[in-house]
T-cell receptor
Framework: KAGVTQTPRYLIKTRGQQVTLSCSPISGHRSVSWYQQTPGQGLQFLFEYFSETQRNKGNFPGRFSGRQFSNSRSEMNVSTLELGDSALYLC????????????FGPGTRLTVL | AQSVTQLGSHVSVSEGALVLLRCNYSSSVPPYLFWYVQYPNQGLQLLLKYTTGATLVKGINGFEAEFKKSETSFHLTKPSAHMSDAAEYFCAVILSGGYNKLIFGAGTRLAVHP
C-alpha cells in the first residue's frame, strides 16, 4: 500500500506570495490533518478534514486555509506569505477516528525569502 | 495550556544502555497517548499508542511505554539502545473530543554513542 505523499517536497517563495501544498492520503483513508513544524514552535496542528469537511482547526490566522476533495486528497494554501511561515508542513492521513493511527507524509519544506 | 511536557530536550546514552524518555500530560480526562519518532528529513513514524486497556504498551523497534494515570505520565523506554535509535522523539495526545488533533510535546533528541 502506498504511503502518504506530499508535493512538492521543497518550495521557495518570497514574502507576499501565496503557496499551495498537496497531500495524497493512503488509499481508503478519509481524514487528512495538517501540521506545521518549526524549530521555535515545534509541531502545531493546523486543521483536519474528514469527508471534505473541516472538522477541527488550530490557532492559525486566516491566511492558512485548506480543502479536501472527494477522493480525500487535500490541499492547504497560505496567502500573503511571511518570513515566519518558513517551516516543514506535514500532512497525516487516518481512516477516521482519534484512535486510528495517523500516518505522516515526508513533508513539504517551505522557505520564505 | 500546556498539554504535553517532555522532560529533557536532549538525551544521550551509550549503545546498549537503557533508553528512558519522559512524557507527562495535563488533562483531567485521560487522553489518547502516542509516541512518534522522526529521523532527519523525514516525516513522523508511530512507535506506539495507548487508547484503552493494558497500560503497558509495546511498540516497534523494541520500544514500550507505560500509561500511569496517577502520575499523568507516559514514559518511553527501550532496554538496550542501538545506534539506529538516534532520532527525535515526540510524545503526543489527542484530548477528549479532539477528533484527530494531535497535540505534541516539544520533542526529545536522542543521541546514542558507541
Amino acid at each position: 500500500k502506498a504511503g502518504v505523499t506530499q508535493t512538492p517536497r521543497y518550495l521557495i517563495k518570497t514574502r507576499g506570495q501565496q503557496v499551495t501544498l498537496s497531500c495524497s492520503p493512503i488509499s481508503g483513508h478519509r481524514s487528512v490533518s495538517w501540521y506545521q513544524q518549526t524549530p521555535g514552535q515545534g509541531l502545531q496542528f493546523l486543521f483536519e478534514y474528514f469527508s471534505e469537511t473541516q472538522r477541527n482547526k488550530g490557532n492559525f490566522p486566516g491566511r492558512f486555509s485548506g480543502r479536501q476533495f472527494s477522493n480525500s486528497r487535500s490541499e492547504m494554501n497560505v496567502s500573503t506569505l511571511e518570513l515566519g511561515d518558513s517551516a516543514l508542513y506535514l500532512c497525516a492521513s487516518t481512516l477516521a477516528g482519534g484512535t486510528d493511527t495517523q500516518y505522516f507524509g515526508p513533508g513539504t519544506r517551505l522557505t520564505v525569502l | 495550556a500546556q498539554s504535553v511536557t517532555q522532560l529533557g530536550s536532549h538525551v544521550s546514552v551509550s549503545e546498549g544502555a537503557l533508553v528512558l524518555l519522559r512524557c507527562n500530560y495535563s488533562s483531567s480526562v485521560p487522553p489518547y497517548l502516542f509516541w512518534y519518532v522522526q529521523y532527519p528529513n523525514q516525516g513522523l513514524q508511530l512507535l506506539l499508542k495507548y487508547t484503552t486497556g493494558a497500560t503497558l504498551v509495546k511498540g516497534i523497534n523494541g520500544f514500550e511505554a507505560e500509561f500511569k494515570k496517577s502520575e499523568t505520565s507516559f514514559h518511553l523506554t527501550k532496554p538496550s539502545a542501538h545506534m539506529s535509535d538516534a532520532a527525535e522523539y515526540f510524545c503526543a495526545v489527542i484530548l477528549s473530543g479532539g477528533y484527530n488533533k494531535l497535540i505534541f510535546g516539544a520533542g526529545t533528541r536522542l543521541a546514542v554513542h558507541p
